[in-house]
């Protein structure tokens, strides 16, 4: 079936410092769409992606549809320690009898020691 | 309601025993799906509803898990003769069901089988 890589599994982050995650598919999705979940909580919709090239931001982060359909990014700028958590991308293929997600693994966010 | 809800949100059960756990979607959504997610692991999807009907159950992992729903609302997913390895979060979405809708996530069910 359709896999997402999701790179990387985890990282840490300084306070300020930029982040970026991205997802890569052995297949093409027509929707990329980036999750966000903190522990005890279902995931929280960040940004949502439907045509190839689109480039899309939302406070400071901003994530991209790449243009083969088959991956995307999110880039976070001047972290905060709020942007802890686990990231998760998902890719979609929305019209007839098939609506579910596929999710990658994640990207854990955490503090630098 | 303002968002997905689940319950209940943690359930203990025995090896062999039935679960059923509930998802109330967003109102007004026609589209509701479910997921399970193992520890450290990202989601797998389960089922998809389109109102009543589901037109992808590809996901169901054996013949002991089954789903409903019932006036195009609220959804039930029964896992019968629960194993250990049924331990995992159960998370319910549900989408206004239109091409490119977004799913908005419940909180979870978390079930752990002993």
Not at chain 1, 71 to 99: E, H, K, R, T
Request: charged content about 15%; aromatic content about 10%; proline content about 4%.
């Amino acid at each position: 079936g359709q896999q997402l890589n999701q790179s990387p599994q985890s990282m840490f982050i300084q306070e300020g410092e930029d982040v970026s995650m991205n997802c890569t598919s052995s297949s093409i999705f027509n929707t990329w769409l980036w999750y966000k979940q903190d522990p005890g909580e279902g995931p929280v919709l960040l940004i949502a992606l439907y045509k190839a090239g689109e480039l899309t931001s939302n406070g400071r982060l901003t994530a991209q549809f790449g243009i083969t359909r088959k991956d995307s990014f999110l880039n976070i700028s001047a972290s905060i320690p709020s942007d802890v958590g686990i990231y998760f991308c998902a890719g979609g293929n929305y019209g007839g009898s098939q609506g579910n997600l596929i999710f990658g693994k994640g990207t854990k966010l955490s503090v630098k020691p | 309601g303002a968002g997905v809800s689940q319950s209940p949100s943690n359930k203990v059960t025995e090896k062999g025993k039935d679960v059923e756990l509930r998802c109330d979607p967003i109102s007004g959504h026609t589209a509701l799906y479910w997921y399970r997610q193992s520890l450290g692991q990202g989601l797998e999807f389960l089922i998809y509803f389109q109102g009543n009907s589901a037109p992808d159950k590809s996901g169901l992992p054996s013949d002991r898990f089954s789903a409903e729903r019932t006036g195009g609302s609220v959804s039930t997913l029964t896992i019968q003769r629960t194993q250990q390895e049924d331990s995992a979060v159960y998370l319910c979405a549900s989408s206004g069901g239109g091409y490119q809708e977004t799913q908005y996530f419940g909180p979870g069910t978390r079930l752990l089988v002993l």
